[in-house]
Nanobody, 123 residues
Framework: QVQLVESGGGLVQAGGSLRLSCAAS????????MGWFRQAPGKAREFVAA????????YYADSVKGRFTISRDNAKNTVYLQMNSLKPEDTAVYYC????????????????WGQGTQVTVSS
């Protein structure tokens, strides 16, 4: 079992920044690649970013590339999502998830999810 708790969401003006954190407990955190997804009202959950279990290469949706940065600290069992130059279209509930198998871009490849944190970007 892996328990994931997100934090750091909130209300920010367009152009601003937020850093989301996802604290993991349970199974050894460093065994899992981790991902961030988001879901806006009335829309499907979509991939945002992913990072392999040892760090290194990172993966991003085209819509956030160059603005968002995913990172992890295995000593703290935490994964982060630094979000800069935020846009109103980034408004969504953001979820972190532990990867199990398959494509990083597919939500079906993740078997543990946090409860989500709301990010609202005002124009």
């Amino acid at each position: 079992q892996v328990q994931l708790v997100e934090s750091g969401g909130g209300l920010v003006q367009a152009g601003g920044s937020l850093r989301l954190s996802c604290a993991a407990s349970g199974r050894t955190f460093s065994r899992n690649a981790m991902g961030w997804f988001r879901q806006a009202p009335g829309k499907a959950r979509e991939f945002v970013a992913a990072i392999p279990r040892s760090g290194g290469s990172t993966y991003y949706a085209d819509s956030v590339k160059g603005r968002f940065t995913i990172s992890r600290d295995n000593a703290k069992n935490t994964v982060y999502l630094q979000m800069n130059s935020l846009k109103p279209e980034d408004t969504a509930v953001y979820y972190c998830a532990a990867h199990y198998s398959g494509s990083y871009y597919d939500s079906n490849s993740y078997n543990y999810w946090g409860q989500g944190t709301q990010v609202t970007v005002s124009s």
